[in-house]
């Protein structure tokens, strides 16, 4: 007994336990991944056209962009508050959405009140994100950064995929009409109930660097193993569950267990055998310390006109590629524009896809049933972009010194495909459309993330990987409202004679999306320009400045958060003031 206690505080105090909880947050944060399945339900029950709906959809890629909140809040203020901000609006947003779909709150709310909801709730998810990838990324720095980015955002992209099998399993068949709104009362209760167990866990942990780090990237790959052995068991059931046409209650019962057991049970062994096979290791102190990579012949200081040269003085002394620079540093550099051009132009064409594929499946006479197994498929090809693009990526990199921007372009190219098939509208094409669209949205993320920890260092990490995803509601507005939106109804209008009327055949959203993968050549031009940019950057030895120590940069952002920090360093954090001020 006396063995066993020091073993188990020694494990909920751990890294690895650390990184469980942030896998379960990840996995629990894509309730935005699944608008196109409850979609339906708020459009039937408050009679919405197609152009207020996805109105409300651009809102919600609003909330869900909105990360720069939390990556503030993660500047000046322990993890823990990020996760528990982030649970209270997961709650209030999704619930009071779903008491509006049931039509308890009379009278109804205005337009902008629902788009308010839906906000808060996508919002939410940034928070628990926000906490779960910089606490992993910041404790894990010997491991391969592409690859740790991959497995948390494929889990954020397996997400979707397990609400709707938990969805399913519980609530399908029940004969009340109501199956969206109980989906969204799922995505209400189980984010927040997962941020709430998991915030005295995800924190900042001090620690030696790493002993053996090839052993600590097989403890990782563990974990990856894990979420193919989940994804391919939901695609599985998936699958089953559409070709079986009276799928029993107790088997839904059944695949729900088993889901359980993968998502919680494996990751917790995994977590297990290597803190029993680990030698104790005591915490370090965290001295704030500057660390910054020495510019080599082949690679090029950033300036604010994108030469060699910088200024001097202020926010427009840009550091060279892979220093840390400050957010205004950041966003005066023409690489962090070219990341945004390649955000707007390629994913708020896929959010566009992804958003209105109960429409696109129902104008294509596909049932409910196919429909949430389509948004199933996105979510589970989702999962696989992301941990193919961070681990591929990440070789691709290690091995053959190739800018890691170029992943994005053959990314693009492929949503291009993706895209035609929509306006093809092939009833049996939406299949390989659904896959080719979750897969591209997905790998476009963890390569952008890697691309900006790269270039622009880890010390603002938490507030740069939250600017990225900023890019995307105008886009996403422009396409998916403006366009897809407006063209759908005028459709519509012209069938039914009304524009809340279902429009259907392949002439709905042929016109938009041939649009829309215009747009998208043009985020490629925009990705190779990245990669010209980047070519010599990347031929060096981008992680030189991690080798052999882990408490360096990534320290200085833990020092601002985690509350075990020295006195010395955590006077960076004294006030919110003070932090912005270094920001900036």
């Known amino acids: ?220 790959d ?61 915490p370090i102190s965290i001295t704030t310390t500057t660390t910054s990579v020495a510019s080599s012949d082949d690679e090029e200081p950033i300036s604010a006109a994108g030469g060699s040269s910088t200024m001097s003085g202020g926010v427009f002394s840009l550091p060279a590629r892979g220093e840390d620079h400050t957010v205004l540093q950041a966003l005066f550099t023409l690489d962090m524009q070219l990341i945004f051009l390649t955000t707007i132009c390629g994913i708020s064409g896929l959010l566009t896809a992804l958003d209105n594929i109960g429409q696109i499946g129902e104008s294509l006479g596909h049932s409910p049933a196919t429909i949430s197994m389509l948004v199933s498929l996105a979510n589970i090809s989702n999962y696989a972009g992301r941990v193919v693009a961070g681990f591929g990526s990440e070789h691709i990199v290690k091995r053959y010194r190739i800018p890691r921007p170029l992943a994005l372009t053959a990314v693009l190219l492929l949503t291009c495909a993706g895209h035609a098939l929509v306006a093809a509208g092939s009833r049996d094409g939406l299949y390989a459309a659904a896959l080719v669209a979750g897969f591209c949205l997905g790998a476009q993320w963890p390569v952008l993330f890697a691309v900006v920890s790269e270039v622009f260092g880890l010390r603002h990490f938490s507030t740069l990987y939250n600017l990225v995803p900023l890019a995307t509601p105008l886009g996403s507005y422009v396409l998916n409202v403006q366009l897809a939106g407006r063209l759908y109804d005028g459709a519509a209008r ?67 958060n985690d509350d075990t920090a020295v006195e010395s360093s955590s006077s960076s954090s004294s006030s919110f003031f003070s932090a912005v001020d270094g920001m900036v």
């Open 1 to 220: 007994m006396t063995n066993t206690m020091p073993f188990a505080a020694r494990v909920l105090r751990g890294r690895w336990f650390m990184l469980f909880a942030s896998v379960l947050i990840m996995a629990a944060s894509g309730g935005a991944n699944v608008f196109g399945v409850y979609s339906k339900a708020i459009r039937t029950s408050l009679g919405y056209d197609q152009k207020t709906l996805n109105t409300l959809s651009t809102f919600k890629n609003v909330g869900a962009a909105l990360g720069i909140l939390p990556g503030l809040l993660n500047e000046v203020a322990p993890p823990w508050v990020v996760l528990l901000s982030g649970a209270g609006m997961n709650l209030v947003g999704y619930l009071m959405t779903y008491l509006v779909v049931l039509r308890r709150i009379a009278p109804p709310p205005s337009v902008p009140v629902m788009c308010l909801y839906i906000a808060a709730g996508a919002a939410s998810q940034s928070f628990a994100t926000t906490s779960a990838v910089v606490g992993t990324v910041t404790n894990f720095p010997d491991a391969d950064r592409g690859g740790v980015l991959g497995l948390l955002t494929g889990f954020g992209g397996l997400s979707g995929a397990i609400f709707t099998q938990l969805h399913r399993c519980f609530f399908a068949g029940n004969g009340n009409g109501n199956n969206g709104a109980a989906l969204v009362l799922l995505i209400a209760c189980v984010p927040s109930a997962v941020s709430l167990l998991a915030a005295p866990v995800v924190r900042r942990i001090p620690h030696k660097a790493a002993r053996s780090p090839l052993r600590e990237r097989r403890a990782v």
């Open 222 to 282: 563990r974990f990856l193993y894990v979420s193919i052995v989940l994804g391919v068991y939901l695609l599985a059931a998936s699958v089953v569950e559409l070709k079986v046409p009276r799928f029993p209650k107790p088997a839904y019962y059944a695949t729900a267990i088993v889901l359980v057991l993968l998502l919680v049970f494996l990751p917790l062994a995994i977590v297990l055998h290597q803190e029993a096979t680990s030698p104790p290791t005591a």
């Open 494 to 560: 012209r069938q039914t004679g009304s524009a809340v009327g279902t429009c259907v055949g392949a002439r709905c959203f042929r016109t938009s999306f041939m649009i829309i993968a215009g747009v998208t050549v043009v985020g490629v031009v925009s990705s190779l320009v990245l990669a010209w940019r980047t070519r010599k950057f990347y031929r060096g030895d981008i992680y030189r400045r991690f080798a052999g120590s882990s408490d360096g940069a990534a320290a200085d952002t833990a020092a601002g």
